[in-house]
């Protein structure tokens, strides 16, 4: 009685759905293909625009640079290594900051939630904390930790802190209470349902804490960088700024947002693997 | 295989607080004898206290008074050889069906080893050989009630309790899961408890349906069901069961 519905389809059938399948996806994929072609030409538009008013207008460099001159500057300060070495320096604070902070959360997040002396102890400082703009941190830290990456490193880890932190405990809690309940039917212990339930229910939401603080991180390193620094990207730019070179900083600022881009995507794309089964809700699956 | 054991309800009531403070008496005092290895169903309105009566003998729910016992034992918290089936498959999406199936064994912090062998013989009792290494989110609402009913024998337990586990499902789904569980139930004889509000569907399942009325929820009638077992489906359509129906209304 039960063929009907386990048999998942005729050959056939299946056959004719994979060729509409991927007849439906070609033509997606022309479409996306030609969306992003006329977003390049009006790219390309927009450059020229902007490179003939700059030059008609005869507006200063110090001012407001060309397209070109950007392009000048990115290309000679990748070339003679300046921001190479920039990038590393900021990323390795952009790195440390986020796995100490993205940890640190993540634990704490386990203890309030399962420990409810921690919860009582430590949740009201938590709470205090997180309205802080950690911005005002940071020449604190410069006091405390020095102008070298110790200091940045610091700044980040207490802003990847929170999102993480707040984002792993209303996971938690978001686990469904009726699979809790099923599950305290069948005796589980308390350690193999959090593993096996509450942890996974609260992973989508950990990871959007986790993408929050990616982007979070970067900002904090090159902000943390303008107070004082010897290196990174945020540093570059208050060196270009003091001397009058836009293009220098508009360059540097291009670098910031593709490393933010590709910082972001590759959470972001863990994530998804991560959670495989999708951001639907769990346990909702009715017919 | 484990023994059927009996269970007894004496005098068993519980009140619950409502939002504004008041007492509101979901179950008066239900008294009832289950014999082991006897499928009962429990039959009534919505808000009878069916959902009640079930969690108590889960052990998820003290009463406010009389006892709820198994064998001579009180149910005071949930047992492990227990087997629950409730409405919502609440399958685990991150787990395939033959994980969800070992959970009760994995969660109670047992090796799940032994149970492998048994649990792919109860994946393919309910049809679905084949799906071991699936997801739930690619199976149907019915398929998946399916896997709840294989998880909720994988420890073979002594007792299994079911809420309303079909109520979800559309109706010819619905009349398929009874035959198969009745099938099931016919190669291993556990102790049943059954709630519904379909009355074909407790007659067509039961030994004795218990009938239920609301406000306070109490017993309203116990009704034997005389018909022999194995049971086919052509019973759910047959004048007989028309009959007992009636009795039922
Ligand atoms: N936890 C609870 N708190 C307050 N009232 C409850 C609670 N659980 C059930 N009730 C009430 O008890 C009555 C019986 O509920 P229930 O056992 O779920 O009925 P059924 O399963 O037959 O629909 C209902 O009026 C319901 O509102
Ligand atoms: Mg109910």
Redesign the pocket.
Known sequence: MTTMETNPATANSTEARRARLSRRRRAAMIGRLRDFGIWLASAVVLLIVWQYLVVTLEISPAVFPTPVAVWDSLYVNMMDGTFVRDLWFTMKEVMIGFFGGATLGFLLALLISEFRPVRVLLYPYVIAFQSVPKTALAPMFLIWFGFGIESKVALVVSTVFFPVLVNTLAGIERTDPDQLDLLRAYCGKRARVFMRVKLPSALPSVFAGLELGVVLALIMAVVSEFLGAVGGLGYRIMIFNTNLDMAGQFAAIIVLSIVGYILHFIVRQIGERVVFWGRAKQGATKV | MTQAEAIRFDNVG?N???RDGAT?M??QSVKLDIEAGEFVSIL????????????MAAGL?SPSWGSVRLAEEDILKPRPDFGIVFQQALLLPWLTVLANVLLPVDVQGRDTAPFRERALDLIEMVGLKGFEDRYPTELSGGMQQRVALARSLVHDPKILLM??PFAALDAMTRENMAAELLRIWDANRKTVLF?T?GIAEAVFLSDRVVV?S??P?RISRIVEIPFGRPRSLELMASGDLRETFEELH
Request: charged letters at 25%; one cysteine or more; a positive charge.
């Open positions: 519980r619950f607080e409502t509101l979901a179950l009534g309105p919505s808000g009878c206290g069916k959902t009640t009566l079930l969690r729910l809420d309303e709630v509000h239920m609301a406000r929820g």
